[in-house]
């Protein structure tokens, strides 16, 4: 059974920065990447990174957020900067294996006080 586990989240003031990471229990995947779930909305999409380090963003994080694969492949990471309130939720990591298979996290949270 592939574990990812999430650290990093905290409370932040508006204006400031964080740094998620996951490191998964093993290190073959095709895709890794971000959700995040605020209370009673769905969980949307943060961003993504491909094993060729090709990235995605939500374009409500674009220019604000980083994502990053560590050198073990197996750990990625979300540079948050400029939060938001609106930044507030559960984060999620999510990994895709060879064969499409999707692991999720227990999430992380972060709060961002205006």
């Known amino acids: 059974q592939v574990q990812l586990v999430e650290s990093g989240g905290g409370l932040v003031q508006a204006g400031g920065s964080l740094r998620l990471s996951c490191a998964a229990s093993k290190s073959i995947f095709r895709l890794m990447g971000w959700y995040r779930q605020a209370p009673g909305k769905q969980r949307d999409l943060v961003a993504t990174?491909?094993?060729?380090?090709?990235?995605n963003y939500a374009d409500s994080v674009q220019g604000r957020f980083t994502i990053s694969r560590g050198n073990a492949k197996n750990t990625v990471f979300l540079q948050m900067n400029s939060l938001k309130p609106d930044d507030t939720a559960v984060y999620y990591c999510?990994?895709?294996?060879?064969?499409?298979?999707?692991?999720w996290g227990q999430g992380t949270q972060v709060t961002v006080s205006s």
């Open positions: 990174i491909t094993s060729g380090g090709n990235t």
């Open positions: 999510t990994a895709r294996d060879l064969g499409y298979n999707d692991y």
